[in-house]
T-cell receptor, first 113, second 111 residues
Framework: GDSVTQMEGPVTLSEEAFLTINCTYT??????LFWYVQYPGEGLQLLLK?????DKGSNKGFEATYRKETTSFHLEKGSVQVSDSAVYFC????????????FGKGTKLTVNP | NAGVTQTPKFQVLKTGQSMTLQCAQD?????MYWYRQDPGMGLRLIYY???????DKGEVPNGYNVSRLNKREFSLRLESAAPSQTSVYFC??????????FGEGSRLTVL
């Protein structure tokens, strides 16, 4: 079945460091791909998305490129801030008649000043 | 524009008590979901509703029931709460392009 694998956390970085959170997926079709972010005490919110191969999603300095050849959607940011501390979830969009997204288990990021 | 509103935000129950978590949306989307989030387990789908009048089981439906009262509202009921149901519960709606919008969560503790 469809699945999403994210790098294990937690990840701890210093402010202004480069961030990569790896995400790979298994899917029978060509789903949309998403990154969601969850700040402490809040619900998840959409960070960025890509709907087809080679699309790049971007928002708030974060980027991720839909790589069909490597079945990956890695999240990157060039210079993290303390305010980026959160849990990040990679997700596979619904496909094949299914209504459901498939989520990775989440990666907790802590950015220290 | 509230988006997705969940009530209550916090609840403490004793084992065996019942309660209903309420979810309402003002975004006029058909698909609504209930997830639970536990440390180290990520998000797990409990039930979902593709449209008014329909509901389907997700990964972890045991111990829960749902009602899609109308297009706006989707409630989750625990008939006889157990400590294993201590969790944070999220309601979400899904757009036509597959994006989910989440409520702020309901934090439930079962003693």
């Amino acid at each position: 079945g469809d699945s999403v694998t994210q790098m294990e956390g937690p990840v701890t970085l210093s402010e202004e460091a480069f961030l990569t959170i790896n995400c790979t997926y298994t899917a029978t079709g060509y789903p949309s791909l998403f990154w969601y972010v969850q700040y402490p005490g809040e619900g998840l919110q959409l960070l960025l998305k890509a709907t087809k191969a080679d699309d790049k999603g971007s928002n708030k300095g974060f980027e991720a490129t839909y790589r069909k050849e490597t079945t990956s959607f890695h999240l990157e940011k060039g210079s993290v801030q303390v305010s980026d501390s959160a849990v990040y979830f990679c997700a596979l969009g619904p496909q094949g008649g299914s209504e459901k997204l498939v989520f990775g288990k989440g990666t907790k990021l802590t950015v220290n000043p | 524009n509230a988006g997705v509103t969940q009530t209550p935000k916090f609840q403490v129950l004793k084992t065996g008590q019942s309660m209903t978590l309420q979810c309402a949306q003002d975004m006029n989307h058909n698909s609504m979901y209930w997830y639970r989030q536990d440390p180290g387990m990520g998000l797990r789908l409990i039930y979902y509703s593709a449209s008014e009048g329909t509901t389907d089981k997700g990964e972890v439906p045991n111990g829960y029931n749902v009602s899609r009262l109308n297009k706006r509202e989707f409630s989750l009921r625990l008939e006889s709460a157990a400590p294993s149901q201590t969790s944070v519960y999220f309601c979400a709606i899904q757009t036509m392009t597959g994006e989910l919008f989440f409520g702020e969560g309901s934090r439930l503790t079962v003693l």
